[in-house]
């Protein structure tokens, strides 16, 4: 082989190993930090390990809201109708956050099985849900309709 061929030959094998150990460093480093949506059924059935961060998305239970006087923690309940998992979050919540109210919450499960919450985030308006909380619900089969009540008066059909 002459010598300028031999050099072409280890220059293009560099290029291509460099390349191969940067689309591996950057897929380790996605792997890393890919954040997965679970419904609170998946997470009662034990698909997710404690300390790993995940998504958790669902409806917040009525009368499971629980605030503290002396500080910003808050207990609350979060379910798709068919499983319920307790969720504790130490932050200012949404405005629009409220018991009934469709969320999704990032963080990751304790030893103890609650979700320990870093962030929470509620629907924008009336009619939008996260379409991951969405898709749970109807598979639970108890996604809410879209009625509009005034009083005890049924303005709007779903």
């Known amino acids: 082989m002459k010598p300028k061929r031999k050099q072409r030959l280890i220059?293009?094998?560099?290029?291509?190993?460099?390349?191969?150990?940067?689309?591996?460093?950057?897929?380790?480093?996605?792997?890393q930090n890919i954040m997965l949506f679970q419904s609170p059924s998946d997470v009662a059935a034990g698909n997710m390990e404690?300390?790993?961060?995940?998504?958790?998305?669902?409806?917040?239970?009525?009368?499971?809201?629980?605030?503290?006087?002396t500080n910003l923690d808050v207990?609350?309940?979060?379910?798709?109708?068919?499983?319920?998992?307790?969720?504790?979050?130490?932050?200012?919540?949404?405005?629009?956050?409220?018991?009934?109210?469709?969320?999704?919450?990032?963080?990751?499960?304790?030893?103890?099985g609650v979700f320990v919450a870093s962030e929470v985030l509620a629907k924008h308006d009336e009619n939008y849900m996260p379409p991951e909380v969405a898709e749970a619900l109807e598979k639970a089969g108890k996604m809410p309709g879209t009625a509009a009540n005034y009083g005890n008066t049924t303005l709007v059909q779903p």
């Open 11 to 31: 220059l293009v094998s560099l290029m291509v190993a460099g390349v191969a150990l940067a689309v591996t460093f950057g897929l380790i480093a996605f792997n």
């Open 50 to 69: 404690a300390g790993q961060r995940f998504r958790i998305g669902g409806m917040v239970v009525d009368g499971s809201v629980q605030r503290r006087d």
């Open 75 to 112: 207990q609350f309940s979060l379910t798709d109708h068919a499983s319920t998992v307790p969720v504790t979050y130490n932050g200012i919540l949404p405005d629009l956050f409220r018991e009934g109210q469709g969320i999704v919450a990032l963080g990751k499960l304790d030893d103890k």
